[in-house]
């Protein structure tokens, strides 16, 4: 009776072991590619759920047009700040999927600045606007591996173009569309 009791204690633990709750990391840190840009990027922990993700890249823009030849090609430089809750890591972790590296879905508030600092392009002379952009959205991060990454999002919101940042506008505001895929490395 004796081994019995230590035998069903001996198989318990593994349960036991599983009843904390997930939380996302202290500090991760990556560089994501898309088709539409580069980034480098950091998420903090701020609560077990809740991770502040800063931002700092490029994003990519093509035109076209009667004025142009060829169609353009540029990259802007972009800096993002962006809460994100991971709201189903508990789940996650209850069926045995990963959730290290932040690896979960998420609800997030990306808030972007464009600066019109410099511009990289086929073309000389071209500018952006500067604007600010507050976009909800709704996204995954899964991993592949030890260090690569995969996230995909989806967001509409808000955009506001800087005054006198561009002789083409003044006071604009439109809309914004997040929606991105990237693959990623994770350090």
């Known amino acids: 009776m004796k081994n019995f009791f230590l035998s069903l204690v001996f198989c318990a633990i593994p ?5 904390q709750n997930a939380s996302v990391e202290q500090s991760t840190y990556g560089i994501q590619s898309g088709i539409l840009g580069l980034w480098f990027h950091n998420e903090a922990a701020l609560s077990e759920e809740i991770a502040l993700r800063s931002e700092l890249g490029f994003d990519t823009g093509l035109f076209a047009g009667s004025y142009y030849d060829n169609v353009g090609f540029l990259l802007a430089p972009v800096i993002s ?28 508030l990306k808030t972007s ?75």
């Open 15 to 19: 349960f036991f072991a599983h009843s």
């Open 81 to 108: 700040l962006e809460p994100r809750w991971y709201y189903n890591l508990n789940k996650r972790q209850r069926k045995s999927r990963r959730t290290d590296g932040n690896s979960g879905n998420f609800l997030s």
């Open 113 to 187: 600045y464009h600066p019109d600092w410099f511009v990289i392009s086929n073309y000389d002379n071209i500018s952006v606007a500067s604007d600010i952009s507050i976009v909800p959205t709704w996204g995954i991060r899964r991993h592949l591996g030890d260090h690569f990454t995969y996230e995909t999002g989806i967001g509409f919101g808000y955009q506001y173009y800087l005054t006198g940042s561009s002789d083409f506008f003044e006071n604009k505001h439109d809309a914004a569309i997040n929606l991105h895929l990237r693959i990623g490395y994770r350090f």
